[in-house]
């Protein structure tokens, strides 16, 4: 079993930067698919961006495509999300998932991750 704890979450200014850590634990981290996703009230949970197990490959939804940056570190068992010029459609609760299979293709759907944090919350005031 694996665990996912989050953390970093907050209230920002509109323009304003956050950084998302998630550590997991277990041995087979460096294995894994990585990714954020975010749930606002009344809305499904969606994808942000997803990393592959050696950071080969990655995946941002259009609307962050060049303010956020996903990144891990295996040696630590870390994911981040690195989130600049946040705006005011981005607040939700963000989520970090581990997709246990090994793949070079970044898995997008909710339902391909085996394991999932407990959130965190993004607020931006305007």
């Known amino acids: 079993q694996v665990q996912l704890v989050e953390s970093g979450g907050g209230l920002v200014q509109a323009g304003g930067s956050l950084r998302l850590s998630c550590v997991a634990s277990?041995?087979?981290?460096?294995?894994?698919?990585m990714g954020w996703f975010r749930q606002a009230p009344g809305k499904e949970r969606e994808v942000v961006a997803v990393?592959?197990?050696?950071?080969?490959?990655?995946y941002y939804t259009h609307s962050v495509k060049g303010r956020f940056t996903i990144s891990r570190d295996n040696a630590k068992n870390t994911v981040y999300l690195q989130m600049n010029s946040l705006k005011p459609e981005d607040p939700a609760v963000y989520y970090c998932?581990?997709?246990?299979?090994?793949?070079?293709?970044?898995?997008?759907?909710?339902?391909?991750?085996?394991?999932w944090g407990q959130g965190t919350q993004v607020t931006v005031s305007s």
């Open positions: 990393i592959t197990w050696n950071g080969g490959n990655t």
């Open positions: 277990g041995r087979t981290f460096s294995s894994y698919t």
């Open positions: 998932a581990a997709d246990r299979r090994f793949s070079q293709l970044p898995s997008r759907a909710p339902a391909e991750y085996d394991y």
